[in-house]
């Protein structure tokens, strides 16, 4: 009989966040890949807690993926698995961060890309030597297969893909540089786009931190995507992340748009400079502030929707500023609306100072990980209370995802873009953000809680 690989995904507790919603549910498409790099003498099962709670499955290894929300979880299920004397592998950006932590909840830490090591980790547990570190180099893009999208359930509306690998940028608040280094690394065009015909999903969520990248060789991959969609006629829809500078590319946009793009998400972040000097927004520093509106417009051009993406709790935030954000988000053209809480995630920069300046807000750990998620309050505001700051959140998700707002942002975006249909991407987008938010009240954490 085969050997099982249980992979589990698991969800936060505390907050399902966009998991409570089928449309914005994402598939774990590291689990995908470590599924594909697993040898074909071994049965892989799914167990993931986006779509059913967990039950438990017997298992020869068990391997687990989880973000600094959802590691307490994971370290839970770790628990169910060790206690009936069953392996357990953990990975992931938190894991990775925090090695030393995640050692002590599971049999082997994988640190950084899994790729790269998974086959010498299934081959030390067959020869009986799991070891407790297994530190990932990056991996090699051109090597890898494509993950198994066959073990992912079908429940899923949107297929993820990934293009590319690193960011040469430094945002103070941001892991991908940490994790994923400051090197683009670019899959080979045919690949992908092998993979994405092989999907029978219309939507498609390109998972990259910039699906544009900022250099001439990643914007010429991009457009060879992009062209390669066209050509094949493919008749996908799809979102991904970019930053500001696509705005200035008028044939870029243009073929985005022609190969199914329906939105782009931008890290505006804030909607002025001294905020951005707080996070190194350099980019967002060189095109100018005044600049956004006739980003957003060439976007919008194109039959594009502006997903904005907001920082509030800002070192140089004060209540005042995050109103007067809340009303920029409101006044602006920007289609769909991402306001998050400053989270200083382990392994930033940002966490960094936070902890020496004694910052951090006091939690009982790993329990407290779960309110790592962008809408609690997780460290002391430089200018106000954390209480302060989770009031004006609440506050700032009150008036933005009321219905009078979004029935508004859904006409200017159906003007400004001339697309109903990027309308309706827009106006679901929202209402996925809107659960998120609404969820339930954010909080400033206190050890006691
Ligand atoms: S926020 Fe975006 S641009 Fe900044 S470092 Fe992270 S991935 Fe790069």
């Known amino acids: 009989m085969k050997p099982t690989l249980l992979l589990i995904n698991p969800s936060n507790q505390y907050r399902r966040g966009f998991t409570l919603r089928q449309e914005s549910r994402q598939v774990p498409l590291g689990l995908g890949m470590v599924a594909a790099l697993t040898p074909s003498h071994w049965k892989v099962i799914l ?16 391997a687990i993926t989880a973000f600094t929300s959802t590691v307490a979880r994971a370290y839970e299920i770790a628990a169910i698995y060790r206690s009936q004397g069953i392996p357990v592998v953990i990975g992931g950006i938190h894991a990775s961060m925090l090695p030393e932590e995640a050692k002590q909840f599971a049999d082997a830490v994988v640190v950084g890309e899994a790729e790269s090591i998974w086959p010498a980790v299934i081959r030390d547990f067959e020869a009986g030597r799991l070891q407790k570190i297994y530190k990932a180099p990056p991996a090699d893009l051109s090597q890898m297969p494509a993950p198994k999208h066959e073990i992912f359930h079908p429940s899923y509306l949107f297929a993820s893909i990934q293009t590319s690998r690193g960011c040469p940028m430094d945002c103070d608040f941001c892991s991908v540089p940490v994790f994923n280094g400051h090197q683009y690394r670019l899959r080979p065009v045919e690949a992908i786009l092998e993979e994405m015909a092989s999907l029978r999903n219309r939507l498609i ?16 991959h991009a457009l060879e995507i992009f062209e390669g969609m066209i050509r094949r006629n493919l008749r996908k829809e799809w979102f991904a992340q970019a930053s500001m500078n696509i705005a200035q590319d008028k044939e870029l946009l243009k073929m985005a748009s022609r190969s199914g793009c329906k939105m782009l998400l931008l890290g505006v972040e804030a909607e002025s400079e001294s905020q951005l000097h707080d996070t190194n927004k350099r ?71 936070m902890a020496k300046d004694n910052r951090i807000l006091p939690a009982r750990l790993p329990e407290h990980w779960q309110h790592y998620h962008f809408s609690d309050v997780v460290f002391r505001p430089a200018q106000m209370e954390a209480e302060t700051l989770a009031s004006e959140i609440n506050r700032a998700y009150a008036t933005l995802f009321q219905g009078g707002a979004l029935r508004l942002k859904f006409l200017r975006t159906l003007w400004n873009t001339r697309s109903l249909r990027t309308a309706v991407w827009a106006w679901n ?17 206190n050890s006691h809680q």
């Open 283 to 353: 980019l967002n520093l060189k095109l100018g502030i005044n600049n956004y509106a006739h980003a957003f417009k060439a976007i919008h051009k194109a039959g594009i929707a502006v997903l904005g993406a907001f920082i509030y709790g800002m070192d140089s935030d004060t209540p005042a500023t995050l109103r007067k954000r809340t009303q920029y988000i409101l006044r602006s053209s920007v289609d769909v609306i991402q306001a998050s809480v400053m989270t200083p995630l382990p392994g930033t920069r940002l966490y960094e100072r």
């Open 205 to 220: 969520y390109f998972v990259d931190d910039n699906i544009v990248g900022y250099n001439d060789k990643a914007r010429e």
């Open 47 to 62: 167990l993931d807690e986006n779509i059913k709670p967990f039950r438990y499955r017997p298992a020869d290894l068990v």
């Open 429 to 445: 987008s929202n209402f996925n953000y809107r659960s998120v938010a609404l969820e339930r009240p954010s909080i400033a954490i």
